[in-house]
């Protein structure tokens, strides 16, 4: 019952301290660090030991699997230059680089045992840095890399640090350690894939969503275990599965499945997330406890702590900018702004005090050791994650810009409808009721919602914002009297639920827009496009027109949405969402291929032969 009673107090404590957190504008971590090492010294609190078996086996694989899971496996192997350097080189670096350090300042304490602190405390956290990273919006190339660093450093810094602990045990040669590494990072690798492979097979067969999150709740667990068994690397083997898993769900699993797995994990990541950065904490007090049985002086002690928090953040620093900033990737290089928040962005978590519980017991000073691990979580958690967001801001570091991504969304969302109707035109059907043209309807309605964001003209309601609001209010009447025959026991409870069910659906896809125009007015809707199509590119920007309008709607008597702008003749003329879609119709009438935004503040352009945004 107390166990029970403190798991929900400490859940309880994590909703709460989160959300203050969002009204103080405070990374929810760093939050709960400060209050679980205030609440480790309350009476009558019971002392909380992190057992490294219960991070490693029983939080770890679960936090990579539903990080991995999200990452995009396109933007990682674009990275994957940076992401390797960092997360299995660097490790390597900053182990050998702190074990110097604190040999040099623990008399007496041994190479393998310095090397194995250095190991501990070389891996960023995942969690801490990506969730400083989304919040404070970096941009989203640098949080790629943090994230697919973040999956794989850990592999790295377990591996190091059984390596150092087997030498502490005199189990190990020298000739033996890269062999240990290859096993490790291969073997991880190959159940990996082999865990992906079976998971694969078996989502194509299966269409109950609740079935498929069971299976995927048992996967990371099973990759990890089966490679531990093998002594490979269990972070490698859940980290490959789940960036397979997660690159291949649109094929293998079923709509429903997707958006229950999503909407499952999303719930256990954020409060195994929070609750980890809140048991960090809640470590405080005992760990300072055994280190005054500790012979070391409270100065060497405070010494070797401070020099080791400054050296993983200088090693880091150094690395990333010797190996990332002078390295062209691809024809993109990382600007020396970014390559310094990649470098500051260096926040240790839960697996660096995990591991160093993983230490014997019998190696000397080891209570100091726990200690060092415990300031270079601490001091790079508040240090580094207090200070990121002003480090942003004073180096002008751009988030990624709302508009830039309305107009991308716009534009690939009227790539897919254009997808849909060629299909459509292939189909063979005898449509006697005008179906089609309700699938041409309700396309055309999405595509216009998309495009309508874009609009930054402020105080009129878009076609889209208009029947979403109409709709949302018809929907609330129409929940609040299926609740009445609910409540009048009429209709049979399971009915009911579908139909609640149905309306929930309804109302979660309408798309006010309202947030993302806001975003858009305070961007500057300049697209910066990869490949362009030949008639983006040959058509020069033409004068702009003054007081533009729509002649043929003034004619009509009939309301524009937004303007767009003809590059090869000048012509003005409404976008698709107006009634008369003139736009469209001069393209038709003339051929003449690129449109421009007529609209204040915008500068894209639209082909209308390639479907394409520039």
């Known amino acids: 019952m107390e166990i029970a009673l403190l798991l929900v107090s400490m859940a309880a404590v994590v909703l709460a301290v989160t959300a203050v957190s969002e009204r103080l504008h405070v990374p929810a971590p760093l939050l709960l660090v400060v209050v679980g090492g205030a609440a480790s010294y309350l009476p009558g609190l019971p002392t909380i030991h992190l057992e490294s078996e219960v991070v490693l086996l029983g939080l770890l694989p679960p936090l990579l699997y539903a990080a991995a899971i999200q990452t995009s496996l396109v933007d990682f192997n674009a990275n994957r230059g940076s992401i390797l350097r ?51 919006g970096l941009p989203r190339r640098v949080v790629t890399i943090l994230e697919g660093e973040s999956l794989l450093n850990d592999a790295t810094a377990l591996v190091t640090l059984r390596t150092a602990i087997a030498f502490l045990a005199g189990s190990l040669t020298i000739a033996e350690v890269g062999l240990d590494f290859a096993r490790a990072a291969g073997g991880g690798a190959v159940i990996g894939f082999a865990a992906f492979w079976v998971v694969a097979r078996l989502r194509r067969r299966i269409t109950d969503p609740l079935m498929d999150t069971g299976i995927s709740f048992l996967t990371p667990f099973a990759a990890y275990v089966a490679a531990e068994e093998v002594h490979a690397s269990g972070v490698i083997s859940v980290v490959v599965a789940g960036l397979l898993l997660g690159h291949k769900a649109p094929i293998i699993q079923t709509a429903q499945s997707r958006i229950t797995e999503r909407i499952t994990w999303g719930t256990v990541a954020f409060l195994l997330e929070h609750t980890v950065f809140l048991l960090i904490g809640l470590q405080l007090d005992w760990i300072l406890e055994d280190v005054t049985e500790s012979t070391l002086s409270p100065g060497r002690i405070a010494l070797v702590c401070a ?3 400054l050296t993983v953040v200088v090693v880091r ?26 470098g500051w962005a260096g926040m240790r978590g839960v697996v660096t005090l995990a591991a160093a519980f993983v230490i014997p017991e019998d ?18 958690l508040l240090g580094q994650g207090l200070t990121l967001p002003l480090l942003t801001r004073a180096l002008g570091v751009p988030s990624p810009d709302p508009a830039e991504d309305a107009l991308s969304r716009a534009a690939l969302l009227q790539q897919a409808a254009d997808a849909g109707f060629r299909r ?32 930054t003209t402020t105080g009129e309601e878009t076609p889209s914002e208009l029947y979403a609001r109409i709709r949302n209010e018809m929907i609330d009447a129409e929940r609040t009297k299926v609740l ?35 975003g858009v007015r305070n961007g500057s809707l300049a697209f910066t496009a990869g490949h362009l199509c030949d008639d983006l590119e040959s058509h020069p920007a033409v ?9 043929t709607c003034l004619a009509d008597g009939t309301r524009w949405v937004s303007l767009r702008q003809c ?20 393209f038709h009438e003339t051929l003449h291929p690129v449109v421009e935004s007529a609209e204040p503040d915008e500068s894209w352009r639209w082909c209308y032969v390639h479907n394409l945004t520039g």
């Open 86 to 136: 960092l997360s299995v080189l660097l490790v390597v670096v900053t182990a050998l680089a702190v074990g110097a350090v604190v040999q040099w300042l623990v008399p007496g304490l041994g190479w393998a045992a310095a090397i194995a602190i250095g190991a501990v405390v070389a891996p960023p956290d995942a969690v801490a840095a990506t969730a400083v990273a989304k919040r404070i």
């Open 307 to 309: 020099a080791t928090l």
């Open 317 to 342: 620093l150094g690395w990333v900018f010797s190996t990332l900033l002078f390295r062209r990737m691809g024809d993109n290089p990382l600007p020396a702004s970014w390559t310094f928040l990649v």
């Open 363 to 380: 190696t000397p000073h080891r209570e100091v050791l726990l200690l060092v691990a415990f300031t270079v979580v601490a001091g790079t």
């Open 424 to 455: 459509l035109e292939e189909l063979e059907y005898d449509d006697h009721h005008g179906v089609v043209d309700q699938i041409r309807a309700r396309l055309d309605q999405r595509s216009f919602a998309a495009w309508e964001q874009l609009s």
């Open 484 to 518: 009445k025959v609910r409540s009048e026991g009429r209709v049979a409870s399971d009915v009911v639920r579908q139909v609640l069910g149905m309306l929930d659906i309804e109302e979660s896809m309408l798309d006010f827009g309202t947030a993302a125009r806001e």
């Open 543 to 551: 004068e702009t027109v003054d007081d533009a309008a729509c002649a």
């Open 567 to 586: 590059l090869t003749c000048g012509h003005v003329a409404c976008c698709d969402s107006s009634v008369g879609r003139h736009a469209t119709a001069h």
